[in-house]
């Protein structure tokens, strides 16, 4: 069974940095594609972030574009999202989610995820 755990989110002011992270177990991540996504108060959950199972690949929601870098560690099984110049806006829960097939690239598509983790609080205060 797949577990993924968040950590490392909190409360920073507007234009400090985070960076999450997401810890998988019983399986390797090494090839699969991985994302981020989040949810804030009163809204549907959206797409922030992907990368590809080898890295080389990565894709981010327009609002995140520049700010954020999603990266990887296979020999840690874990996948790290940086984010910088933080807004108020950017207030939500995160959560990271592994493609459900093998290589193949997820994008913003949730129903591509086939595991999800519990999700770690950001908040930015303006």
């Known amino acids: 069974q797949v577990q993924l755990v968040e950590s490392g989110g909190g409360l920073v002011q507007a234009g400090g940095s985070l960076r999450l992270s997401c810890a998988a177990s019983?399986?390797?991540?090494?090839?699969?594609?991985m994302g981020w996504f989040r949810q804030a108060p009163g809204k549907e959950r959206e797409f922030a972030a992907a990368i590809s199972y080898g890295g080389a690949q990565r894709s981010y929601a327009d609002p995140v574009k520049g700010r954020f870098t999603i990266s990887r560690d296979n020999a840690k099984n874990t996948v790290y999202l940086q984010m910088n110049s933080l807004k108020s806006e950017d207030t939500a829960t995160y959560y990271c989610?592994?493609?459900?097939?093998?290589?193949?690239?997820?994008?913003?598509?949730?129903?591509?995820?086939?595991?999800w983790g519990q999700g770690t609080q950001v908040t930015v205060s303006s």
């Open positions: 019983g399986r390797s991540i090494r090839s699969y594609a």
């Open positions: 989610a592994q493609c459900q097939d093998a290589v193949r690239f997820c994008g913003l598509g949730q129903d591509e995820y086939g595991y």
